[in-house]
């Protein structure tokens, strides 16, 4: 009996090592503790006019060269809005545009688009662009979003 119950305990161990390690394997893919270098916000807008990211976007209050207007739909990137995209998210746009899609793209599209799956349009630069490059674009594009208080009622109530 002796025998047969430690290999028993020792299967349910690595089982549950194996687990763990699913989770910390999890943890990797979070940002925790993960810091990029510093942006160039004048080098950044530069590098989005060569890099023509202004074929599909525009940028609130920086005058762009002006594309052909008819050749793709602008998405509109920076302006006012009620919560600040985190420099995390504007990186993973970047480097990952699948991850998400733009509700301002969803509405150019017809609902039959919709309906046979979403991708984005935008090609993905992780071969083209160095990591300097990556921060400096994202700086330009962070720094171009303002964060607006929400109007408030002096005499709203929210109950518990």
Partial sequence: MK?????????????A??????????EKLHSAGFRLP?????VGQ?????MQCIRCHTVEGVKL????PQALPKIHLG???????????LVTSVISPQHTISPQYLKMLSEEEKAEGVKSPMPIFNEDLSVK???DIVAFLHSRYRL???SSDEFYYVMP
């Fill in 3 to 15: 025998k047969i119950f430690f290999p028993i305990l020792t299967v349910i161990g690595l089982g």
């Fill in 17 to 26: 090592l194996i687990l763990a390690g699913g989770c910390r394997e999890e």
């Fill in 38 to 42: 510093e942006g160039d916000t004048t």
């Fill in 46 to 50: 530069t590098l989005f006019v060569e």
């Fill in 65 to 68: 060269p002006v594309q052909d």
């Fill in 79 to 89: 302006g006012e809005i009620y919560r600040v995209k985190s420099y995390g998210e």
């Fill in 133 to 135: 490059q990556l921060t």
């Fill in 148 to 150: 607006i208080d929400p």
